[in-house]
């Protein structure tokens, strides 16, 4: 068969087999449970149409095989009582309804029947009653969490005792009373157990065979008086502060802290007898909260159990509202699906970037207090770093600093007014992996970027690259060290295909991305250029026996027809490792950094040096930039869900 005909015909069969594979439906039984879950919890998203939930396009829901795999509807609004039908879902691997306060009734025993469940989490809902017992009859249970219902008061659940595979348990203010069993520190996988503000008494005793592989037990606020210890102490942290035991004048366990109730006498101990008063106010506290996290926060200072973070600063609205001008259309620097990004001025003349949300994008307070704790531990001089935040009057404000040259795909299409050379370009591949490199490897906790693409890389006043816009990352948190089941979003062109065919994203998806920029830098091209995947055109058109591979002709014309290329060979086949079909196969970020070291001294340019292009260079130019023009630095490409990525990517043969 002559090979013109041989490409379309394979392409013409992966097209019908990937259409087989999404026509499967789901089972009868999965639909049925699903439109009673609907109707029962008074579900409104509007992904949720058509009459097949596994067509990809139900958000929240994962199928495999026909099947539902994962049912993950945080923060989602849900009302109403769990129905008797959702024990029907016997392929169900993970149930997350969390943060859905009017989420109540008691839990149906039937959850019980999910027997391949191995992530259960409802904290911050509403549920009321008993803690049914069956939910010690899944045998695959890995991560459980109750926290934050209005249960039944009940004694320690021994059924948790027989749970072998469970790593993680949070039941914080679950209403749990009695003595834990030392038997339950023995199970064999038990890493993290996080049972604070229940009233939990009597002695704690970790018995002599506890799991090996415990790395946290927190029972702040309980009503403990004793802790029996082994002639060893443990190697993990144990954190028993504000419980009779550590009520005792001059305790100096490392396991008591001293809570700082006020600013008058922080190292106040409560005595015994103000144990009930002092819950009663940590509880006022957290209803206030709810509504408004940051309401008794001091980010300098690290008291009632608030993270201390460094260098950044709570604005209040009218602060911003000043330095942008009330929002001048004229500080209007870019936008995304989160709403706009606005130029502002801080009295001390420093510039900053606002992300200001717009309502459809909003997260709840816990959750947005939650990203910011994140995003307040990373400091890089690679990553765009937080400075600070506004929560007040219904606005979702994220402040960052403010980087002037806009971003590398402006750059690169030639937008910004900024050109750059071979060498240039080397050297901002080297900063954006060294920024990813540290999410990855140093960031605490470690950071999945998720959507990794030039439009992500901004460039500072000296042109070095800055990671940008973390509305997609995902933290790697200890139960998730391997990888993060995730709903498939991403921007098209750039996305991993094995994290789209697993949902199972994990450091190498960014290295994938990565592997994409750094294509970009050769050719100029978008990813996905007049309807062809710039991945399948390069590797296609790669003939090692040949001088530049033989791709002379994909060279973008700023660099191609400038000074000599050094080091392009090299570059092309550590651009080509980290696009690798398999993630396993692909290097780590840390390892694309060293290559790419490599690489710059092999041309005779020291990584560390000021990123300048050599004198003798006529392709570099560095035209003035003006903020004022028409092109919008912080603008973002449209994110795609899972299903609109099928679409859609395939229609332009990635592969």
């Known amino acids: 068969m002559d090979n013109k005909l041989k490409l379309p015909l394979l392409v013409l069969l992966l097209n019908c087999f990937l259409f087989l594979a999404l026509s499967q439906t789901a089972s009868n039984d999965d639909v049925e449970a699903l439109n009673s879950l609907k109707d029962s919890l008074q579900i409104n998203i509007p992904s949720w149409v058509g009459s097949d939930p596994c067509s990809g396009s139900w958000e929240g829901i994962t199928c495999k095989n026909s099947r539902v795999v994962s049912i993950s509807l945080p923060n989602t609004g849900l009302k109403g009582q769990l129905s008797q039908n959702i024990g029907s879902f016997s392929e169900l691997d993970t149930l997350d309804l969390s943060y859905n306060k009017d989420l109540t009734g008691p839990l149906p025993a039937e959850i019980g029947n999910l027997k391949k469940l191995t992530k259960l989490s409802l904290v911050g809902c509403g549920f009321n009653g008993q803690i049914p017992d069956e939910i010690g009859s899944l045998p695959q249970l890995v991560f459980l969490d109750l926290s934050s219902n209005a249960f039944d008061s009940t004694d320690f659940p021994q059924w948790l005792l027989t749970m072998k595979n469970l790593t993680t348990l949070r039941m914080q203010e679950a209403n749990l009373s009695g003595q834990i069993p030392a038997g339950f520190f023995s199970l064999p996988s038990l890493q993290y157990v996080v049972l604070s503000e229940n009233q939990l008494n009597g002695t704690l005793n970790l018995g002599p065979n506890y799991s090996k592989k415990l790395q946290l037990i927190d029972l702040h606020s309980n009503s403990i008086g004793d802790f029996t210890q082994q002639n060893q102490p443990p190697s993990f942290t144990i954190v028993l502060e504000s419980n009779p035991i550590c009520y005792e004048t001059g305790t100096t366990e490392s396991f008591c802290k001293p809570l700082q109730i006020s600013d008058e006498n922080p190292q106040n101990k409560c005595p015994a007898s103000g144990v009930y008063a002092f819950r009663q106010k940590l509880r006022a506290e957290r209803a206030i909260s709810r509504n408004n996290p940051f309401g008794n926060w001091d980010p300098s200072k690290s008291n009632c159990g608030t993270p201390e973070l460094k260098a950044v600063k709570q604005f209040s609205f009218k602060e911003l509202k000043k330095c942008t001008n009330n929002f001048s259309p004229a500080n209007d620097v870019g936008s995304g699906g989160y709403g706009k990004v606005y130029k502002g001025t801080l009295p001390s003349g420093q510039l900053i970037a606002i992300k200001r949300a717009q309502k459809e994008s909003k997260q709840g307070g816990l959750e947005f207090k939650a990203e910011i704790e994140l995003l307040s531990r990373v400091h890089h001089k690679n990553v765009v770093s937080l400075v600070g935040f506004c929560f007040e009057e219904g606005e979702q404000m994220l402040v960052y600093e403010f980087v002037p040259n806009g971003t590398l795909k402006d750059t690169i299409t030639g937008k910004s007014g900024i050109r750059f050379g071979w060498h240039r370009r080397i ?224 229609e332009h043969e990635p592969r």
Do not use: W
Not at 464 to 486: E, R
Not at 539 to 563: C, V
Not at 606 to 620: I, N
């Open 427 to 650: 050297k901002v591949a080297l900063g954006a992996a060294s920024g990813l490199a540290y999410l990855h490897e140093h960031a605490d906790p470690p950071i999945i970027h998720r959507d990794i693409k030039s439009n992500n890389i901004l460039l500072d006043e000296k042109l070095d690259a800055k990671v940008a816009d973390f509305g997609l990352s995902k933290p790697i948190l200890d139960y998730d060290k391997d990888h993060v089941t995730t709903q498939v979003k991403g921007t098209m062109g750039y996305l991993d295909p094995e994290y789209y065919i697993s949902q199972q994203v994990t450091e190498k998806s960014d290295v994938y991305s990565f592997g994409v920029l750094m294509l970009e830098l050769i050719t100029g091209r978008k990813p996905i250029d007049r309807g062809k995947y710039i991945v399948k055109v390069v590797r296609n058109s790669i003939d090692k026996t040949k001088d530049m591979y033989g791709l002379h002709e994909l060279i973008d014309r700023a660099i191609r027809d400038g000074s000599a290329l050094n080091g392009f060979e090299k570059f092309v086949d550590l651009a080509m490792m980290c696009l690798e079909e398999s993630g396993a196969d692909r290097p780590p970020m840390s390892d694309v950094v060293k290559e790419i070291e490599i690489i710059l001294h092999s041309i005779g340019l020291d990584p560390a040096a000021d990123q300048s292009e050599p004198s003798t260079s006529s392709s570099f130019q560095h035209n003035e930039v003006s903020l004022e023009s028409s092109h919008q630095p912080y603008s973002s490409e449209s994110l795609y869900s899972s299903s609109e990525y099928i679409q859609k990517h395939h």
